[in-house]
């Protein structure tokens, strides 16, 4: 059975960064495909950013492009989320994904998902 388990979150001033971190147990990581998404309150769960499991292909919203970066380390089966120049629309409960199909991830019906860490941007 897969874990993952996301860490990294806090609150942090408009225009700063953080780097989220998602740590994977439970079965080969590099044959899986990891996302990231987020869920602000009354709002949708939407995807922030999608990996495949070489890293070779990434994916990402929008509204993140240009700011954020989805990278993995498959030696140390983690994955992470580099936030820079965050606002404070940014504010939400970020989750990791996991599937062995990226287009699943993509569409938010990862088998695996995380518990979640808030991540709070003041203004």
């Known amino acids: 059975q897969v874990q993952l388990v996301e860490s990294g979150g806090g609150l942090v001033q408009a225009g700063g960064s953080l780097r989220l971190s998602c740590a994977f147990s439970?079965?080969?990581?590099?044959?899986?495909?990891m996302g990231w998404f987020r869920q602000a309150p009354g709002k949708e769960r939407e995807l922030v950013a999608a990996?495949?499991?070489?890293?070779?292909?990434?994916h990402y919203a929008d509204s993140v492009k240009g700011r954020f970066t989805i990278s993995r380390d498959n030696a140390k089966n983690t994955m992470y989320l580099q936030m820079n120049s965050l606002k404070p629309e940014d504010t939400a409960y970020y989750y990791c994904?996991?599937?062995?199909?990226?287009?699943?991830?993509?569409?938010?019906?990862?088998?695996?998902w995380g518990q979640g860490t808030q991540v709070t941007v003041s203004s």
């Open positions: 439970g079965r080969t990581f590099s044959a899986y495909a």
């Open positions: 994904s996991a599937d062995e199909n990226l287009t699943m991830v993509r569409q938010g019906r990862s088998a695996y």
């Open positions: 990996i495949s499991w070489s890293g070779g292909i990434t």
